[in-house]
């Protein structure tokens, strides 16, 4: 016996993020028929990278720090896609250098976690799904034009709670869940410079208390990337308190405040402008993941297990084993 189901059963993954996608992966390797689908053009999720000119930078999720056994062995397991940065670290003030700080890094970029973990799953960029409703036929998703996506056995929501409320309609109590889950926007601003600044010549990381910065990262320090780029993630107070700003008013902002702190003029060649609007997710009532045996819809997501990015990879493992307990 290798585990593997008799019927081949259709799933919906909707969202291809990290429990999204760890969810599709477990699935699909016991048999059952899995297709994803994703409102942006590729994978990651809060895990992705975007272009900066020529380059690929880390837009989300900056690193990964393993806490438990299975998600440190999980990682082991990604070999040549995942490698050790070693970044010297410090807070705002600089005082102090700390060079003992060991993070994971998806290498050539952080898409690359999700990319493998797609494989050769069935997947549908550039789809937003607006409804998920059962009916006599199984479960019938819509996109947002109300086109019919087609009737799948069982759903999966892999998206942010508030994305996951209005497609958890059909499960009340799931979508109050859903409702009730804050997830604080996070501005981010990349640039590329021509030189490194004066002040960081000897630091990749700055953390810690700022009235407008949490990170301040040099994706250009992590293994396999390129040229001289900065990311600048605000903190969640300055991200709230402006989170209706125009992209271009934010960049200037970010960028003004990153020169006054270094007290040195910049001279970017390449900078971009991204809003999370819903980034790390406040977790008050853990459940691991969500699943109704009745309707065939569930979700999962770092909205219901802390721990950020290992939260929604436990989370998509979690909804993935109750699914093929159904047919154990
Ligand atoms: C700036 C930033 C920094 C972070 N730093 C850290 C950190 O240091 N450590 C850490 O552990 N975590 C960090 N996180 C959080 C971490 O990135 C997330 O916890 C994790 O990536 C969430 O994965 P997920 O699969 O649950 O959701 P997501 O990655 O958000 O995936 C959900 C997917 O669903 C898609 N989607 C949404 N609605 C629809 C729809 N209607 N139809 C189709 N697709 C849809 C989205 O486009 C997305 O791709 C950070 C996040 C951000 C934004």
């Not at 705002?92 to 890094?105: A, E, G, H, I, T």
């Not at 998920?132 to 479960?139: I, L």
Request: neutral net charge; proline residues 5%; charged residues 25%.
């Amino acid at each position: 016996m290798d585990g593997h189901i008799n019927k081949k059963h259709t799933v919906a993954v909707v969202g291809a993020g990290v429990a999204g996608l760890r969810c599709a992966s477990l699935l699909m390797g016991k048999g059952y028929d899995v297709t994803v689908f994703e409102k942006s053009r590729g994978t990651g999720g809060r895990l992705a990278s975007v272009r900066l000119g020529e380059l690929s930078v880390d837009l989300g999720a900056p690193w990964i720090e393993p806490v438990s056994h299975d998600f440190r062995q999980w990682l082991m397991m990604q070999g040549p896609h995942l490698s050790l940065w070693r970044p010297n670290a410090s807070d705002f003030s600089l005082n102090k250098v700390f060079v003992d700080r060991q993070v994971w890094v998806p290498v050539p970029r952080s898409s690359m976690i999700t990319r493998h973990l797609l494989q050769n799953i069935n997947f549908h960029p550039s789809v937003r799904v607006a409804v998920a409703w059962p009916d006599r036929d199984g479960v019938l998703l819509r996109d947002e034009r109300a086109v019919a996506l087609g009737h799948f056995d069982k759903v999966v929501i892999a998206t942010p709670a508030p994305q996951a409320a209005p497609l958890l309609d059909a499960v009340q109590r799931y979508r109050q869940k859903a409702e009730a889950v804050v997830q604080k926007p996070c501005w981010v601003l990349l640039v590329s410079l021509d030189k490194r600044p004066e002040k960081l010549a000897n630091i990749d990381v700055v953390e810690g208390e700022h009235k407008i910065f949490a990170r301040i990262i040099r994706d250009s320090s992590k293994p396999q990337r390129d040229g001289e780029v900065w990311v600048l993630q605000a903190n969640d107070a300055w991200s709230s308190d402006y989170v209706n700003l125009s992209p271009e008013t934010v960049g200037q902002v970010l960028l003004a405040g990153f020169q006054e702190w270094l007290s040195q003029t910049l001279q970017p060649t390449a900078v971009r402008v991204h809003r999370w609007l819903y980034s790390e997710a406040c977790v008050n009532d853990e459940h691991l993941s969500l699943w109704d045996a009745e309707s065939g819809i569930g979700a999962c997501g770092d909205w219901l297990v802390r721990g950020g990015l290992e939260g929604a990879w436990r989370s998509g493992s979690s909804l993935a084993e109750k699914i093929m307990d159904e047919h154990a």
